[in-house]
Structure formats: structure tokens, C-alpha cells
């Protein structure tokens, strides 16, 4: 069984083992763009799983298809160089997937509004 690994995936390994060094002050966007959706309250809310650190953002699933609006089980949220964030909401099945909304130009205050109106899910009670 071969394991192929992304780019993203291998820094985080090698940050985690300690074979690459990172400045203390080196920010975390993967962490920041969790807190501004929610954080811990995110999470439980939607049952979100599999964060992965992208480098300039985050991915992660969400619950199989049927759980949210337009059976949207992945989301992708990248920093842009202008200080806004691209959201891509997607649809994962098997080795398929498709991407079903993408949304360009938002702010960190408007994140947690336009995962609501996507995927159906609330982010906070």
C-alpha cells in the first residue's frame, strides 16, 4: 500500500517531528479562520472533522451528504493576498468530487454567515 502525501501534509508532519523549524511568531491562518467560524462551538455544532492546515487556509468535511443543504460534505477557505477569503463548497463522493458553490471577496465577519446560508448548518447557539 503506497501512501501519497500532499506538500501541506508533509510540513505538517515535519513541523509536528521536528525535522522543519518554525518561528514561534509564524502565524497559524488554519487556526485563526477555525476561530473566526466558531471554534470548539463550530465544531460541535456542525460536526466538522478533518482539519487540514493548508498553508494559506483551511479544509475539512463535514457529516455525509443529506446532512446539509445541497449534500455539501467538503469546504475549503483560502486567504487571499488582500486580506479576504475565497470559501469553495464541494461534494465528495468516493474518488469524485464536485465543486457545488464558491464564493470570493469575504471578510473574516462574513464567514460564519455565508457557511450558514451554504450548507444550511448554524455555527454557534
Excluded at 486567504?79 to 470570493?104: A, C, V, W
Amino acid at each position: 500500500m503506497k501512501i501519497i502525501l500532499s506538500k501541506s501534509q508533509w510540513e505538517f508532519i515535519g513541523k509536528k517531528a521536528g525535522w522543519i523549524k518554525t518561528a514561534q511568531n509564524e502565524p497559524n491562518i488554519a487556526k485563526t479562520i477555525l476561530e473566526q467560524l466558531g471554534g470548539n462551538k463550530f465544531v460541535v455544532m456542525t460536526g466538522a472533522k478533518n482539519f487540514l492546515n493548508i498553508g494559506n487556509g483551511l479544509s475539512f468535511k463535514l457529516p455525509g451528504a443529506g446532512f446539509t443543504k445541497n449534500g455539501i460534505n467538503y469546504i475549503k477557505i483560502i486567504l487571499e493576498p488582500n486580506d479576504t477569503y475565497t470559501m469553495e463548497f464541494g461534494r465528495i463522493r468516493g474518488t469524485n468530487y464536485k465543486i457545488i458553490s464558491q464564493h470570493s471577496d469575504i471578510y473574516f465577519d462574513q464567514l460564519q454567515e455565508i457557511f450558514t446560508q451554504e450548507t444550511g448548518l448554524d455555527t454557534h447557539f
